[in-house]
């Protein structure tokens, strides 16, 4: 406001809005950092709680994959292996079961 000159002006408001958009990218990086932060703070710390138990479940989850592995090696029926695909609730489970279902149906077209 100090000065008469529209040309000076402009390139102050520029001045201006960019110092504004500068400092509001600091600091949406600044609260993007902090959440980033938290999450991952809590993370390690839920880690720490619940180490032991997680490496049970998954020593528990890997020894019935592999009887299920077994299992699945003496079926020798499509439909049979249907049946436990539609009743399985696990991922890794039902991955077995149609690992299973394709190869028995490709010895079928051999």
Request: hydrophobic residues 30%.
């Amino acid at each position: 406001e100090g000065t008469l000159d529209l040309a000076e002006r402009r390139r102050i408001r520029s001045a201006i809005r960019e110092l504004q958009r500068q400092e509001l990218e600091r600091d949406e990086e600044a609260l993007a950092s902090k959440r980033f932060r938290s999450e991952r703070g809590s993370h390690r710390q839920d880690n720490k709680e619940n180490w032991l138990r997680s490496q049970q479940l998954e020593e528990e989850q890997q020894k019935a994959l592999a009887s299920l592995s077994q299992q699945l090696e003496s079926i020798s029926d499509v439909e049979e292996l249907t049946k436990l695909l539609r009743g399985a609730s696990e991922y890794e489970e039902r991955k077995l079961i149609r690992a299973a279902i394709r190869k028995l149906r490709a010895e079928e077209i051999e």
